[in-house]
Every structure is written in structure tokens, then in C-alpha cells.
């Protein structure tokens, strides 16, 4: 067991790459040596396991010894048949036996959801022992539904996304402007646009020095999630089904869609579109906005608009052999501003459809509306008239509109996409 952990632990013959740091390992150094158990939860290939090495760096350069950190990949094969809370209970003792008999030993699980039980063990053993936890999982709802009841109280979580631009431009060692205007952007940083809309933001992708290398990870990254985080963990039998589902729906980014298109699309049950949907949200594939009510039943009468978890993936796999700009700069913006006010957005539509609107509690605060460009009059009519009908219907809410590229004649509530997405 020890040659295979001796590859992945400092203690060992671990010589991997902490690679570039990003702001979310800074917001988990509070609560790094706290009792609660930290959460990674995200995306397969999103920067899980770079951030659990970054907290290694960081422990180590504070004078924790390397002896003190172990470091686990549930996905390794040579484990996968050993794995349950028996193996977790020989693994930790034999670690503390001949590694790090004394003093506070930190454990950092990869892909904890793999192992049966694993919140008991995780719940008992950080109630006992003198030992800090760190978990990543690409489930969901595997992670959130045993969080929920056996560790309620007892961790905090961090959801790891794909790079926001910000974090592109410094994997891309590209400087942003400290002082940030509404004239056009550099070159460099109208380059760095392009390719994030083309590629995403999945850190391996994004450091790769071709197009083929790049197009070679993203189509192993979409099978991957397919058949382990979804097939196999739900037990689906129908692939083809399952895959050709997966690839309308981020075909489809910054659309609306209902269960019962996707039922009628592909000959389903109403039921298993949703489950099936569900799924594909719970690994991260997708993330689903829903219409703005406070009241349940009409938000449930709507369709939901879809975003594609990561542009390169949808891009990659998509069916249309041209993709639409707008929708693309539409599902970058819901990134941005997901990864900043979480669950608090939806869509709305009245006469007209507005693309993002955000509540703080009950509270509309802000109406969002994107666009490739506002060039022709009507255009310009259609995309006004859909603020000004939200606006009078939500009279807290201020009005932000997002185009791709602005000339100095628009007006000061217009903000050209890139500068939104550094904002």
C-alpha cells in the first residue's frame, strides 16, 4: 500500500506540481488549521487536487513537517477494490504507525465520494484524533446530501470552478490593468478573450501549446465525466441516450429548455428527462437557471434556461458546426456571476426576456442583459425595451447592459464584456 501512497506524499517520491495559485486556495487559508473539515467540491479536472498541493505548500512553508500531511487518491486503481471503511481504518493506522506517530497529522482524501461510508469515518475520526481533513468530490449531490446530515456543523465547502478570466489572463501571464476603463481592451487581452471562448477555462487546457493537445484533453475530460461521474454512478445503462442528451443540452447554452421538450427531443418519459438532467447538473456538466418568482409552482411552470459548466467542453462536443457568439458571451457572463453571487440569480421574461436578474433575499437588485452587439436599430430597440419593462416591473433593481465591444458614444450603464468579466 505504502509504494502506492509514497507516489502522491512528499514523504515519499511526490515530486508533483503546485502549479499556479488562484484565489480560491487563498480563501481556505482562514480555516486551515480550524477543526472543521474543508470541502473541494467541483468539476472533474477543475483544480481540485493543484489546490490541495497548494494548501500543502502552504502548511509546509508555515514549519508543518511533510511527514504530518497524507495525501489520497480514491481513484487510483490499485485501490479500488479495497475501498470502505476497513481500508480507511488500516490506512490511517498504518500511516500514524510508520510515518507520523505523534502530533496533529493533516489528511487530504481525492474523490472521497468513491469510498461507501466515508462521512462516519471522516465524522468519528475528526471527533477523536488530533487531525485536520481535506476532502474533494465531483458529485454534488453525493457530497451535499452526506454533508448535510452526518457533518452538519462540522465543514466548510468551496466549490472549484473552471479559471474565471481574471485567473486566465495569469495562467496566460497576461497583466490586467490595474485601472480599468470602458476603452477597448489591449490586444493581449481581445486575444485572451477569443481563446477562452473557444477553450474555457479548465487549468490543464488552458496551459497547453496546441489546439490538438487541447482538443485531445477536452474530449477524454467529456467522456470521463459521462461514464464515471454520471453512467456509472447512477448505474445507466443506455450511454448512447445519456451522451446524446448531454451534448443537446451544451449544444444549447443560454437557452431555455423544458423537460418536456427533451422528453419529446429524444422519446423519454417527462420523468427520466428530469432525472437524467439532474444528474448531468449533480457532475457538473451543466448548471440550469430558473425563472424569478417567489412563488414555487409558477417558477416550476417556466422552462429553465441551461448553461454549459465549461465553454472549451461544450464547444468541443457541440452539434451546430458554427456556435452562436451571442450565447457563448451570454453563458461566460452567467459564469462570472455565478462564481460571485451563487444561487442567487434567475432569468426573467415578460413581453421581453431578461437574461440574468439578482436577489438578495426577497430583493431584486439588478437586471443584467447581454448582447454580441447592439449595431442595428432594432437590436438596440429590442435589447432597451427588455430593461425597461423589467425595470418598471422590478423598481429596486439597477440595470447593467453587457455587449462584446462599445464605442465611446453608448451610454454609461453599457459595459463591454471583457471589462465585466475582470470585474
Known amino acids: 500500500m505504502f509504494t502506492i501512497l509514497s507516489r502522491w506524499n512528499r514523504w515519499g517520491s511526490a515530486t508533483l506540481s503546485s502549479g499556479i495559485a488562484r484565489q480560491i486556495t487563498r480563501n481556505i487559508?482562514?480555516?486551515?488549521?480550524?477543526?472543521?473539515?474543508?470541502?473541494?467540491?467541483?468539476?472533474?479536472?477543475?483544480?481540485?487536487?493543484?489546490?490541495?498541493?497548494?494548501?500543502?505548500?502552504?502548511?509546509?512553508?508555515?514549519?508543518?513537517?511533510?511527514?504530518?500531511?497524507?495525501?489520497?487518491?480514491?481513484?487510483?486503481?490499485?485501490?479500488?477494490?479495497?475501498?470502505?471503511?476497513?481500508?480507511?481504518?488500516?490506512?490511517?493506522?498504518?500511516?500514524?504507525?510508520?510515518?507520523?506517530?505523534?502530533?496533529?497529522?493533516?489528511?487530504?482524501?481525492?474523490?472521497?465520494?468513491?469510498?461507501?461510508?466515508?462521512?462516519?469515518?471522516?465524522?468519528?475520526?475528526?471527533?477523536?484524533?488530533?487531525?485536520?481533513?481535506?476532502?474533494?468530490?465531483?458529485?454534488?449531490?453525493?457530497?451535499?446530501?452526506?454533508?448535510?446530515?452526518?457533518?452538519?456543523?462540522r465543514h466548510v465547502s468551496f466549490i472549484v470552478s473552471p479559471l474565471c478570466f481574471s485567473e486566465y489572463l495569469q495562467f496566460q501571464k497576461i497583466d490586467?490593468?490595474?485601472?480599468?476603463?470602458?476603452?477597448?481592451?489591449?490586444?493581449?487581452?481581445?486575444?485572451?478573450?477569443?481563446?477562452?471562448?473557444?477553450?474555457?477555462?479548465?487549468?490543464?487546457?488552458?496551459?497547453?501549446?496546441?489546439?490538438?493537445?487541447?482538443?485531445?484533453?477536452?474530449?477524454?475530460?467529456?467522456?470521463?465525466?459521462?461514464?464515471?461521474?454520471?453512467?456509472?454512478?447512477?448505474?445507466?445503462?443506455?450511454?448512447?441516450?445519456?451522451?446524446?442528451?448531454?451534448?443537446?443540452?451544451?449544444?444549447?447554452?443560454?437557452?431555455?429548455?423544458?423537460?418536456?421538450r427533451i422528453a419529446k427531443q429524444f422519446s423519454i418519459s417527462i420523468e427520466k428527462a428530469g432525472t437524467y438532467c439532474v444528474f448531468l447538473q449533480e457532475a457538473f456538466l451543466i448548471d440550469c437557471l430558473s425563472f424569478f418568482s417567489l412563488k414555487t409552482a409558477e417558477r416550476n411552470r417556466h422552462p429553465f434556461k441551461v448553461h454549459a459548466a465549461d465553454l472549451g467542453l461544450r464547444n468541443i462536443i457541440a452539434l451546430s458546426g458554427s456556435p452562436d457568439r451571442g450565447r457563448l458571451i451570454e453563458t461566460a457572463v452567467f459564469h462570472q456571476l455565478r462564481n460571485k453571487f451563487k444561487n442567487e440569480l434567475y432569468y426573467w421574461k415578460g413581453k421581453h426576456e431578461i437574461d440574468f436578474l439578482r436577489r438578495e433575499k426577497n430583493v431584486v437588485k439588478e437586471l443584467i442583459q447581454v448582447a454580441q452587439k447592439i449595431d442595428k436599430e432594432e437590436i438596440v430597440k429590442r435589447e432597451f425595451s427588455a430593461l425597461k419593462e423589467a425595470s418598471e416591473h422590478f423598481k429596486t433593481a439597477h440595470t447593467t447592459f453587457i455587449v462584446e465591444k462599445i464605442s465611446k458614444k453608448m451610454p454609461n450603464n453599457i459595459m463591454p464584456l471583457w471589462l465585466f468579466l475582470l470585474s
Open 29 to 153: 487559508y482562514p480555516v486551515i488549521h480550524t477543526k472543521e473539515i474543508v470541502v473541494l467540491i467541483g468539476m472533474r479536472r477543475a483544480g481540485k487536487t493543484t489546490i490541495l498541493f497548494q494548501l500543502m505548500d502552504h502548511l509546509e512553508s508555515s514549519g508543518i513537517p511533510k511527514e504530518a500531511m497524507l495525501h489520497v487518491n480514491f481513484e487510483e486503481p490499485a485501490l479500488a477494490a479495497n475501498l470502505n471503511t476497513d481500508f480507511l481504518d488500516e490506512l490511517y493506522n498504518d500511516y500514524r504507525a510508520n510515518i507520523f506517530p505523534k502530533g496533529k497529522a493533516y489528511l487530504f482524501f481525492d474523490e472521497i465520494q468513491n469510498v461507501p461510508q466515508w462521512e462516519r469515518w471522516v465524522r468519528a475520526r475528526n471527533e477523536s484524533e488530533e487531525i485536520k481533513i481535506f476532502l474533494t468530490g465531483s458529485s454534488a449531490n453525493l457530497m451535499s446530501r452526506e454533508l448535510g446530515t452526518v457533518l452538519t456543523g
Open 176 to 260: 490586467v490593468p490595474a485601472k480599468k476603463t470602458k476603452l477597448p481592451a489591449s490586444h493581449d487581452i481581445q486575444f485572451a478573450l477569443e481563446k477562452y471562448l473557444q477553450w474555457g477555462g479548465l487549468p490543464e487546457v488552458v496551459l497547453s501549446q496546441s489546439d490538438d493537445r487541447r482538443e485531445l484533453l477536452l474530449r477524454q475530460y467529456f467522456d470521463d465525466l459521462l461514464f464515471k461521474d454520471v453512467a456509472m454512478r447512477h448505474e445507466i445503462r443506455d450511454i448512447a441516450l445519456l451522451r446524446h442528451l448531454a451534448v443537446y443540452l451544451m449544444t444549447q447554452t443560454a437557452s431555455l429548455v423544458s423537460f418536456h
